[in-house]
């Protein structure tokens, strides 16, 4: 199997699990949330095999899964999860913000870098717009769970958050071409 298919599963994969077994379960976030926690801490584990790291980012959503999860499970209340995508995407958008601040190089490119090769202005633009993204999913995860059904959060978590991603990704291409660097 290849690396990529293997980076796919790892994470789509635990996200995957949760929504199969949230519908067989009966829609039963108690149920869910154990496996997510698991095939979560699986995949960290698989990234380590592979790589022989951990990049921050599955840690980081895996600490907070299992962290998150385990509070909505103690105290039999779902809000802890529903806060959960809030929480990684403030925080994402908050060190791409501070970065700019406490580090000479935009933080995405510290990330990304070594995969996209882009001029210093390129990387300026780049991770203003992830971070007013990171911020803009934060405040539209509040929105729907304080507002919407717990299945219709479960829902806008797979179908809603995940291709606004994906689409704001692709979104970024032109910047990418525009500022491209020949380093």
Do not use: C
Not at 37 to 49: G, K
Not at 67 to 86: A, E
Not at 107 to 118: C, D, F, H, M, V
Not at 140 to 145: R, T
């Amino acid at each position: 199997m290849n690396k990529s298919l293997i980076k796919f599963i790892t994470d789509f994969g635990p996200l995957l699990i949760f929504f199969i077994i949230y519908y067989n379960s009966g829609k039963n976030l108690k149920v869910a949330i154990p496996p997510l926690i698991i095939a979560t801490i699986v995949a960290v584990v698989i990234i380590w095999f592979l790589e022989k790291k951990i990049p921050y980012i599955p840690l980081l959503g895996g600490i907070l899964i299992s962290l998150f999860g385990g509070l909505t499970i103690y105290f039999n209340n779902p809000i802890f999860i529903y806060m959960k995508p809030t929480i990684i995407n403030i925080l994402f958008g908050m060190a791409l913000f501070f970065g700019k601040y406490f580090s000479s190089e935009p933080i995405l490119k510290k990330i990304l870098g070594k995969s996209i090769k882009l001029n210093d202005l390129g990387w300026q633009i780049l991770n203003i717009r992830w971070m007013y993204f990171f911020f803009f999913l934060a405040l539209i995860n509040e929105l729907v769970w304080r507002t919407q059904t717990e299945e219709f959060w479960v829902n806008f978590k797979v179908w809603g958050l995940l291709p606004l991603t994906f689409t704001f990704t692709i979104f970024q291409v032109n910047i990418i071409n525009k500022y491209r660097s020949d380093e």
